[in-house]
């Protein structure tokens, strides 16, 4: 339950710790930026020129349309590597991984309501049964918020470039199976869990009694042993065959307790 907590209210903030622009991308930009300022400097030149007198206003008009163009050409070129550079390292269809987790991010946490509620559920059933329609209502909410909370997060991870008939319909068939699943999986463990805790206080209390019962019959074979002398190696002889069987059981007792565990 600490850890959902703890999920639940970062899991928005996880994108803090990525920048805005993946290294790659702004190591590129700045290529493009050194392109530009270059291409800029190299056009003041040919106005420097023609202002001094060195080409004639109808030849810097023509070297300006041709260096125009050929910026122009370099600039697309520069732009369509960074556009692909960027789609070759994209996270489920998002530009980076800053942008992916904001909308996951905010996704995440109501998976881990729905658990909580299920979780709530498990926990109090017994108690819920005494209001049959408390108890049916509850099991409906963790139903529906699985359901909800599945469809935002597969319609969030799902590509966009499907036939739309077919997005639907995977949207819908995982959101169902991803509820169904989420919810028998966690019941099993849950259950699991609960049994060996089950099992665990019925072997406490079944050792204490055996050692209540130890010390009973010890102190009843001290007695018999004042009372008679010659019973005294009988009474040794059966109480350390006593100990010997409840160290076997006891042990028994154990390996069993680890199987139900694993």
């Known amino acids: 339950m600490v850890i959902g907590a703890v999920i639940i209210f970062t899991a928005p903030l996880l994108h803090i710790v990525f920048p ?22 190299e056009l003041c ?18 070297q300006a349309e041709s260096f125009q163009v050929d910026r122009e050409t370099q600039t697309a070129l520069l732009n369509y590597q960074l556009k692909n550079l960027i789609n070759d390292n994209r996270i489920f269809g998002f530009k980076n991984m800053r942008i992916f987790l904001i909308g996951f991010g905010i996704r995440l946490p109501y998976i881990f309501f729905s658990t909580i509620i299920l979780f ?65 999986i966690i019941k099993y463990y849950y259950n699991k869990k609960s ?8 072997v406490k209390e079944l050792i204490h009694f055996i050692t209540k019962s130890r010390r009973t019959t010890l102190d009843l074979a001290i007695t018999a042993s004042h009372a008679n002398p010659k019973l005294k190696n009988d009474i040794s002889s059966k109480l350390v065959e006593y100990d010997k069987e409840l160290n076997e059981t006891m042990k028994r007792i154990i390996d069993e307790v680890k199987e139900v565990k694993n």
């Open 195 to 202: 049994n060996f805790i089950i099992l665990a206080h019925k």
């Open 20 to 41: 805005k622009k993946p290294e790659y991308q702004v190591n590129f930009e700045d290529k493009i930026n050194k392109f530009n300022k270059i291409k800029d400097a």
């Open 120 to 184: 709530f559920f498990l926990y109090s059933r017994d108690k819920l049964k005494s209001n049959i329609y408390l108890y049916h209502s509850v099991r409906i909410l963790y139903t529906i918020s699985f359901l909800i909370s599945f469809y935002m997060t597969i319609w969030f991870l799902l590509p966009r470039d499907l036939p739309v008939t077919l997005y639907h319909l995977l949207i819908g068939t995982l959101s169902v199976l991803s509820t169904i699943s989420s919810i028998l």
């Open 45 to 62: 030149d040919l106005k420097e020129k023609q202002l001094k007198g060195i080409i004639t206003p109808l030849e810097y008009i023509e």
